[in-house]
């Protein structure tokens, strides 16, 4: 485990299911992103909170809202999806100021829409 | 908008050769480059990164180059292995409100060939 934690691995849900993924990181970063990993394409940003604040919203689409509650946590909360949102979602942090820019990321959770 | 364009899209070497990346970036905002190995399966990693004041940085076998002038950077691995093999994604990055705005190119499939 790299300090980044997401639950669950993996998720099969239908389209009129409501689910949620999770995301962990006790590193002491204060940046946490959401990026969808679809094949043949590049990593997709979708959501970036600095300091618990929502400072990026990638022209996702209304089905997908995160929530942020502390520095530590960030939870996207998924409704009504369609089978073209399976992919591959990576939450991943970084330590804003700080001199290493690189993010830490999650090992993702698989989500297949059926 | 800003992109980041990556090539080849997938690079087969023999055990014991080089092997190179290149990436463009549009934004000459940019003042970070990080690049990830993905395994199969498994997260992307952040294996070395280049600063927009620095040229080359290596890492034993691994190395990076930045000419920022025509926005270019590369990677560069020597004396592949099979460990080697993974998706290999570059990315730009700078400061944004809040925090970073990476930007990251498509990968490129790496076959190192035992």
């Known amino acids: 485990e790299t300090g980044v934690t997401q639950t669950p691995r993996h998720l099969v849900m239908g389209m009129t299911n409501k689910k949620s993924l999770k995301c962990e990181q006790h590193?002491?970063?204060?940046?946490m992103y959401w990026y969808k990993q679809s094949a043949k394409k590049p990593l997709e940003l979708m959501f970036v909170y600095s300091l618990e604040e929502r400072v990026e919203n990638n022209s996702v689409p209304s089905r997908f809202s995160p929530e942020c509650p502390n520095s530590s946590h960030l939870f996207l909360h998924l409704h009504t999806l369609q089978p073209e949102d399976s992919a591959l979602y990576l939450c991943a942090s970084s330590r804003r100021g700080d001199s290493n820019y690189g993010y830490t990321f999650g090992s993702g959770t698989r989500l297949t829409v059926v | 908008g800003e992109n980041v364009e990556q090539h080849p899209s997938t690079l087969s070497v023999q055990e014991g050769d080089s092997a190179v990346i290149k990436c463009t970036y549009s934004d000459s905002a940019s003042n970070y480059f990080p690049w990830y190995k993905q395994e199969l399966g498994k997260r992307p990693q952040l294996i070395i990164d280049?600063?927009?004041n620095v040229g080359e940085k290596k890492d034993q076998r691994i190395a990076v180059t930045l000419n920022k002038t025509a926005k270019h950077f590369s990677l560069h691995i020597t004396e592949t292995q099979p460990e080697d093999s993974a998706v290999y994604f570059c990315?730009?990055?700078?400061w944004g409100t809040g925090g970073f705005k990476t930007i990251f190119g498509a990968g490129t499939r790496l076959f190192v060939k035992a």
């Open positions: 280049i600063r927009s």
């Open positions: 990315a730009a990055s700078k």
């Open positions: 590193l002491g970063h204060n940046a």
